[in-house]
């Protein structure tokens, strides 16, 4: 059975992240700030193929041209119909907003239970998507998503799908970051979608994990849709780190722990991006002729940074001299070991030995576009979107605390 309600009025958003490092991270770096000790365990190389880089680097599809005469183009945005999949998620309660504010005709899917462990009764979605039309359906089911669109009674324009696992498990992650995707992808075609827009992420460059394969072979059919529709066009965005997902140790420092880094804190480095601005880029994508069946890493304004840095400009804020505790890489590589040998026996467990290695995986590499060429991470050419930077969130969360970015079921991007 699937409900809809339309409405309009004015709401603040709270966000929540689909980020991909889960609590094992968080809670094993909680415990090195309560009880720190030291650490020497040697670290050893993580293994990069450059040949596997290039099959996954970011191509287009095809020639615009015959596309972008797609009919909905040339409406005004209030006739504009845009299908929001993931809407109740941290970044797809932004994008929503962000629509409306444009002026779209936004409806906006929902589970009637939604939020972190289904925690937001109806009630509280139909506060937190006020502006759209709130469709409830089930899009992990493709009859009642068909079902709960056929009974909106008007076409679909545009699909933008903010959907991701939401710890990053195996299963999980086939559930939502392809099948739920692709029902999103063939509900909406069904009822005139011509245009869809997908989140993404930047790491899929390098896909060790399995949520990482699941959104690559989604992108590889949404391509693939493409390039046998000439009436139909896509727009894939990959972003780079959340600002809550690099908020974890805030609070911790404030109250006098040591910033926790692994090896030299400049193993990894990103050009974190606020859920605003990236709501902004993606509502974007919309309308914009020049995103038309592109592959879009983004990142935000400024430079890129790493840990040591982001450590730097926390404790700057804190006028405290700088105290960091560098882990070596080496002891999460002996954790993932003792996981992937507990698997083998109990496979149960094959989700904490994921988990195990997301935690690694975002420990040691960088959120920037990864040269096919080089095999090397790129700030210069990860492109830069937006205003909002990280010391401007970091100094915000030392006022207001982290109410309203819960980690949830996750912790760093």
């Given at each position: 059975m699937s409900l809809c309600f339309s409405f309009n009025a004015c709401i603040l958003h709270s966000a929540k992240c689909q980020s991909y490092k889960?609590?094992?991270?968080?809670?094993?770096?909680?415990?090195?700030?309560?009880?720190?000790?030291?650490?020497?365990?040697?670290?050893?190389?993580?293994?990069?193929?450059?040949?596997?880089?290039?099959?996954?680097?970011?191509?287009?599809?095809?020639?615009?041209?015959?596309?972008?005469?797609?009919?909905?183009?040339?409406?005004?945005?209030?006739?504009i119909n845009v299908l929001v999949v993931g809407s109740t998620g941290y970044i797809g309660k932004f994008v929503v907003k962000e629509l409306v504010n444009r002026g779209f005709n936004v409806i906006a899917v929902a589970r009637e239970s939604s939020g972190i462990r289904g925690k937001n009764s109806k009630e509280d979605t139909l506060n937190d998507l006020n502006g759209a039309s709130a469709c409830f359906s089930d899009v992990t089911n493709l009859d009642i998503l068909k079902k709960s669109l056929q009974n909106l009674g008007f076409p679909v324009d545009v699909v933008v799908s903010c959907l991701a696992s939401r710890t990053g498990g195996v299963k999980d992650s086939w559930k939502i970051d392809y099948e739920a995707t692709k029902n999103s992808l063939v509900a909406g075609k069904k009822f005139g979608a011509s245009h869809f827009v997908l989140l993404s992420a930047i790491c899929v460059q390098k896909p060790l994990l399995e949520f990482q394969r699941a959104k690559l072979k989604f992108e590889a059919e949404l391509m693939k849709e493409a390039e046998e529709d000439d009436g139909f066009t896509y727009s894939i965005v990959r972003p780079t780190a959340f600002f809550k997902s690099l908020g974890g140790q805030v609070e911790l420092v404030k109250d006098g722990k040591p910033y926790v880094m692994f090896g030299d804190?400049?193993?990894?480095?990103?050009?974190?991006?606020?859920?605003?601005?990236?709501?902004?880029?993606?509502?974007?994508?919309?309308?914009?002729?020049?995103?038309?069946?592109?592959?879009?890493?983004?990142?935000?304004?400024?430079?890129?940074?790493?840990?040591?840095?982001?450590?730097?400009?926390?404790?700057?804020?804190?006028?405290?001299?700088?105290?960091?505790?560098?882990?070596?890489?080496?002891?999460?590589?002996?954790?993932?070991?003792?996981?992937?040998?507990?698997?083998?026996?109990?496979?149960?467990?094959?989700?904490?030995?994921?988990?195990?290695?997301?935690?690694?995986y975002y420990a040691a590499e960088s959120m920037l576009i990864l040269d096919p060429e080089t095999g090397e991470y790129s700030a210069e050419k990860t492109p830069s979107y937006g205003k909002d930077t990280l010391e401007e969130f970091f100094a915000r969360v030392l006022r207001e605390g982290m109410a309203g970015q819960e980690l949830g079921e996750q912790s760093i991007f």
């Open positions: 889960t609590e094992f991270t968080s809670q094993f770096i909680k415990q090195i700030q309560v009880k720190s000790a030291p650490f020497t365990s040697p670290s050893r190389p993580f293994n990069f193929s450059r040949e596997r880089c290039k099959l996954v680097r970011a191509l287009a599809t095809k020639p615009v041209e015959t596309a972008v005469s797609a009919s909905f183009r040339s409406k005004n945005s209030k006739d804190g400049k193993l990894c480095a990103c050009k974190p991006i606020s859920e605003q601005d990236l709501a902004s880029f993606i509502s974007d994508c919309v309308l914009s002729v020049e995103k038309i069946n592109q592959v879009l890493p983004i990142g935000g304004p400024g430079k890129a940074l790493t840990p040591l840095e982001q450590g730097e400009i926390l404790f700057k804020l804190l006028g405290k001299e700088p105290k960091f505790l560098k882990v070596p890489i080496g002891i999460m590589d002996f954790a993932i070991g003792i996981l992937d040998f507990l698997v083998k026996i109990f496979p149960s467990m094959e989700d904490a030995a994921e988990f195990g290695k997301i935690g690694r």
